[in-house]
């Protein structure tokens, strides 16, 4: 099997596996790369398979110099693909000879087994393999309530994800939102609690044993959370934006259109390293540019001006992605805005 490096890998050793039953495994997986996509904010797969008369996606480059199985692309899902094509080659390899229908033995095989492969996935992150479970081990146990229960669950799950994690309010707001819907409550009535809620939870997962996250040679004993929570949570990427620059690196980016009035607004930070407050030139940026706008167009404003100022390093660029990332963290500053404006005495144009 090959997946190149576009990415292509290979191995021409394993048992050649049939277009039938690549096609099952592929179909069978159908739902679990939707949510992979989903949690990764993949707008276009890009997964080339190519064996045979079979063939999905763009002709991978080098494809064709293979007999085999062709694997290709840099989506995520592909590596999960892979993976399960390897159980299902050693699962026909071990019982070929009993097996009367591959393909559907295959897809069996596949709705078995694929929960272990995304567990292990978890496993090599540090996080918890069965994150359902863990309300109910001693930790979930000493919690206050349902709720404190609940977070520390979601909390488990999201420490193992691979999807990126944008800085900010975003884990917040995604337990928040999974808190809502469990408890049919408002997601505002949680983020309110959230903060205290998790430094409940860091205080009781930071007691009792230590677990050893290093070897029996070289052990390093932390505290539960720090081992299942904090640090599976800091191996996920800092945030779903790639590059600020590049329009198609996430949907925070992909409104960001030049505004040619704004590069007078920019010569004034370009001064800032004059000012014993630069973060005052930044700040006048925003307001001026936004006082020039309508309040119905000030989304768009403060996202492209926050843009330009990240591609110029005027701004930090993980202030500037922990704000794009974060819909309460703009909502703020746009409010902030308008109190500066209102506190100026000046007339905010209403367009």
């Not at 990415?7 to 679990?32: C, D, H, I, N, Q």
């Not at 904010?41 to 045979?52: F, N, Q, T």
């Amino acid at each position: 099997m090959v997946a190149t490096s576009s990415p292509v890998r290979s191995s021409e050793s394993t048992p050649e596996l049939t277009t039938e039953v690549v096609r099952a495994v592929f179909a069978e997986l159908g739902e679990v790369r939707d949510q992979l996509h989903a949690s990764h904010r993949v707008s276009r797969c890009d997964l080339c398979i190519a064996l045979r008369e079979l063939r999905y996606g763009p002709t991978a480059p080098g494809a064709s110099g293979h007999n085999g199985l062709v694997l290709s692309g840099d989506c995520v899902c592909r590596d999960l693909l892979a993976d399960v094509l390897h159980v299902v080659t050693t699962y026909l390899t071990e019982h070929g000879a009993t097996i009367s229908n591959p393909p559907g033995a295959a897809r069996i095989h596949v709705r078995k087994r694929v929960h272990d492969v995304l567990r292990s996935y978890r496993c090599a992150r540090g996080a918890q393999a069965k994150p359902k479970q863990a309300r109910g081990n001693r930790y979930g146990r000493a919690m206050p309530d349902e709720e404190h229960r609940a977070v520390f669950g979601h909390l488990v799950d999201e420490a193992g994800y691979s999807a990126p994690l944008p800085g900010g309010g975003y884990l917040v707001r995604r337990l928040a939102e999974r808190c809502a819907t469990e408890f049919d409550k408002p997601v505002s009535y949680y983020l309110e609690r959230l903060p205290a809620m998790l430094n409940t939870i860091q205080r009781v997962c930071r007691a009792g044993a230590r677990v050893n996250v290093g070897t029996k040679a070289a052990p390093e004993y932390v505290t539960w959370y720090d081992a299942y929570i904090d640090r599976p949570l800091g191996r996920r990427p800092d945030t779903a934006i790639t590059s600020l620059s590049d329009d198609n690196a996430s949907l925070w980016g992909r409104d960001h259109v030049a505004d040619p009035s704004a590069q007078s607004a920019f010569a004034a930070v370009e001064t800032a390293g004059f000012d014993p407050d630069p973060d005052s030139a930044v700040v006048d940026t925003v307001v001026n540019l936004l006082a020039e706008s309508s309040p119905a167009a000030w989304a768009g404003v403060l996202r492209s001006t926050l843009l330009g100022l990240a591609d110029r390093g005027f701004l930090s660029r993980r202030r500037a992605e922990t704000l794009l990332s974060d819909p309460h963290g703009m909502d703020d500053v746009m409010s902030r805005v308008q109190t500066i404006l209102e506190m100026r005495g000046e007339r905010v144009n209403r367009g």
